[in-house]
């Protein structure tokens, strides 16, 4: 395998109101998602969620959590018809998620095409910030991962795999690589601590926020690994890992790397290819050291007793990819693997010579540097609320305000995606995934479907005496190949399902 495999990022985003620290952030979440989908004449009764098939109680170790003893937050297979919830013609869902505005992308197959489709989701959150904006106060949005008080919410990551692959595989194998991978995935936080009470700055907004190594939750004792069991997809094939230890990343680089690293390093516990026990010691504790310094000098120790620093463990893993790509492809991969190893490569080297050499290349590093330029600049410390005020600034979705955005407009970023390719993924699906067949049917039947899910799309049909629901179990089914053909000769939905069933039958 390589880093092709069926993927997607789920994003929070940070919500205020100018001027109303206590506005209500449900309701505020809820006006986000309505004035996009009522821009796109989308309505909820229409393009709403079917959770007949979620199950987020479900645990990979091989048990179910009961209800009764369930956190709230972790039942999210109940409706609640208070919140917005929509499908989108790009095959994303935008809803209300534990107050805050999520976006999930739909599924894809390369790091590259989730790269465009996660930063189709900002331009989303955006147009929706200058709708409300039209309406004072308004409604400012953040890509982040943190208030800076004490509040975290996720940037989430999903990868489809092999069932048959053990999750204890997947655990010790993951584990060493995700409290490494910060030092190319972190975007960066000024402060120390859940609650930044301590002055400093750090690799990632999410790391001081994890508890556990292995567990269920996602909002309260976090885990490195979690073990929601939740496919999506044909159970007996499929499980998909939900990885909620990732920071919402701008940067291109970063992003294709957070997601490009990852599926290769899966690929390998796939295929059984890593060898070398590279388990931490102390995980959790490890995890916070790394991101609490930037120098990335700091040294992990691993349970054989090597100690060496989260670069070096990175180049480990660089090295075990390098070889497991040299045994099945002769080191001639496809081009979007060729591409995250050459950018995985040239990371590493900055960052063992100097971190800020990185700044085109990774979030925490360019952030960093900025803040850095007000210190040298103004003369202040680390506890300058000033800096806070920036950190959170960074993240602005608006293109005028937000300062990653100005940055890059002014080219200071490497960047992977043109902006045309961003705008065609705000409207178009993916074409390789059953993503197509979700948006293509949001777009040319949006009256006759009465909601969707990842694994389903449900048909209200005049005339017909029932709903008729369409699974979608296989995700690199209905995609523009197999189904396109099918949709352009349907001028309705009537006529879609007609032929979908004589094809079957």
Not at 15 to 31: C, E, H, R, T, W
């Amino acid at each position: 395998m390589t880093v092709r495999r069926v993927m997607g990022i789920e994003t929070e985003y940070g919500i205020s109101v100018p001027g109303d620290p206590a506005a209500n952030p449900m309701i505020l979440s809820g006006q986000v998602v309505n004035a996009y989908a009522s821009a796109q004449g989308i309505r909820a009764a229409h393009a709403s969620w079917d959770y007949a098939d979620e199950a987020p109680l479900r645990d990979a170790r091989g048990f179910e959590m009961g209800r009764g003893v369930a956190d709230p937050s972790q039942l999210t297979d109940e409706e609640d018809p208070t919140l917005a919830n929509v499908v989108l013609t790009n095959g994303a869902r935008l809803y209300v998620d534990h107050a805050h505005p999520e976006y999930s992308s739909p599924e894809v197959t390369t790091p590259r095409a989730a790269v465009a489709f996660d930063r189709a989701g900002e331009a989303i959150m955006a147009e929706s910030v200058r709708r409300l904006s039209q309406v004072p106060p308004g409604v400012n949005l953040y890509k982040n991962n943190t208030d800076g008080k004490g509040q975290s919410y996720g940037t989430h990551e999903n990868y489809l795999m092999r069932r048959e692959t053990p999750f204890t595989d997947i655990v010790r194998h993951l584990v060493p690589f995700f409290v490494a991978r910060q030092v190319v995935t972190g975007s960066g936080r000024v402060g120390i601590g859940v609650d930044s009470r301590t002055a400093g700055y750090q690799l990632s907004q999410r790391s001081d926020f994890f508890e556990v190594e292995v567990g269920l939750e996602t909002t309260l004792k976090r885990p490195i690994i979690n073990t929601r069991d939740e496919p999506h997809a044909v159970a007996d094939l499929y499980r998909r890992l939900h990885v909620i230890i990732g920071d919402a990343n701008h940067c291109d680089v970063a992003n294709l790397l957070k997601l490009g690293m990852t599926s290769l390093v899966l690929a390998m516990i796939e295929d059984r290819a890593i060898d070398a026990d590279l388990t931490v010691a102390r995980p959790v504790a490890t995890l916070q050291t790394i991101s609490h310094d930037p120098t990335c000098t700091a040294l992990l120790e691993l349970r054989d007793g090597t100690k060496l620093t989260a670069v070096q463990l990175m180049w480990r893993y660089h090295g075990l990819a390098e070889r497991y790509l040299e045994s099945r492809y002769a080191g001639a991969p496809d081009d979007d693997t060729a591409e995250v190893m050459r950018w995985w490569g040239t990371v590493l080297d900055k960052l063992e010579r100097d971190p800020m050499e990185a700044s085109r290349e990774l979030d925490w590093v360019a952030k960093q540097q900025v803040l850095q330029g007000y210190i040298e600049r103004d003369g202040l410390d680390w506890s300058d609320s000033r800096l806070r005020a920036i950190d959170i600034q960074w993240s602005d979705v608006r293109p005028d305000r937000g300062i990653f955005h100005k940055l890059r407009a002014a080219g200071r970023f490497e960047e992977l995606v043109s902006t045309e390719t961003v705008l065609d993924a705000v409207h178009e699906p993916p074409v390789d995934t059953r993503a197509y067949f979700r948006g293509k049917c949001l777009e040319k039947y949006p009256d006759q479907i009465a909601a969707a899910s990842w694994d389903s799309v449900i048909f209200d049909i005049p005339g017909q005496p029932s709903l008729q629901r369409v699974p979608m179990l296989e995700p690199l089914r209905g995609t523009r190949a197999t189904v396109g053909p099918l949709l352009d000769r349907s001028p309705d939905a009537a006529t879609l399902l007609r032929e979908l069933a004589s094809a079957s039958g």
